[in-house]
């Protein structure tokens, strides 16, 4: 089965500042995807970022970027510039690209605070 | 605004009643989803459907019942035997998932505490 590693429980950084969080995963399978989810203090869910694991350039959406190791199973968040709305619970989640596997398996989650 | 919606944000039940969380949502997907979050753990599934009428087990589905008569629906009741049925419980949808890539949008959540 599948495992998703999140080693950091919390995290801080100072407002404008750049912060990467880890993230590693264990799998036996060659095609899958990668995401990233924020969850802020109004517990509602959002995606950040994804990732296909048969992509080689790492993904970017805005001030959220990836690096993506697969060799090394590590699917690590940085952010740049952080912002005080950045502040949450960020969790790591890969799903399997068999066909018919449609279960998200998550991290336990990264707190990130952000200082102003 | 197409979304999903969950009612109530906040649940209250006594030990022992049976209870049913509503999920609804308005994007047209085929597959929707239960997820559970505990303090310090991540999200689990509970149970997921692809079409209607359809529904497959998740990690920790002993305690909980799901129906999906209508495409837009996907009741969740959470029964006398789920032991420690406290938690914050989340609805997810996404399009077909047999499509190459897809992402889950979630509802806000309800919140559940049973004393």
């Known amino acids: 089965a599948q495992t998703v590693t999140q080693s950091q429980p919390e995290m801080s950084v100072q407002e404008a500042e750049t912060v990467t969080l880890s993230c590693t995963y264990d799998?036996?399978?060659?095609?899958?995807?990668l995401f990233w989810y924020k969850q802020p203090p109004s517990r509602q869910m959002i995606l950040v970022i994804r990732?296909?694991?048969?992509?080689?350039q790492n993904a970017t959406e805005n001030r959220f970027s990836v690096n993506f190791q697969k060799a090394a199973k590590s699917f690590s968040l940085k952010i740049s510039d952080s912002q005080l709305g950045d502040a949450a619970m960020y969790f790591c989640?890969?799903?399997?690209?068999?066909?018919?596997?449609?279960?998200?398996?998550f991290g336990k989650g990264t707190k990130l605070t952000v200082n102003p | 605004d197409g979304g999903i919606t969950q009612s109530p944000k906040y649940l209250f039940r006594k030990e022992g009643q049976n209870v049913t969380l509503s999920c609804e949502q308005n994007?047209?997907?085929?597959?929707m989803y239960w997820y559970r979050q505990d303090p310090g753990q991540g999200l689990r599934l509970i149970y997921y459907?692809?079409?209607?009428?359809?529904?497959q087990k998740g990690d920790i589905a002993e305690g909980y019942s799901v129906s999906r008569e209508k495409k837009e629906s996907f009741p969740l009741t959470v029964t006398s035997a789920q032991k420690n049925p406290t938690a914050f419980y989340l609805c997810?949808?996404?399009?077909?998932?047999?499509?190459?890539?897809?992402?889950?949008?979630f509802g806000p959540g309800t919140r559940l505490t049973v004393t």
């Open positions: 799998t036996s399978e060659s095609d899958y995807y």
């Open positions: 990732q296909e694991a048969y992509k080689q």
């Open positions: 994007l047209n997907h085929d597959a």
């Open positions: 997810a949808s996404s399009i077909y998932p047999g499509s190459a890539f897809y992402e889950q949008y």
């Open positions: 989640a890969y799903r399997s690209g068999q066909g018919g596997s449609e279960k998200l398996v």
């Open positions: 459907s692809q079409i209607v009428n359809d529904f």
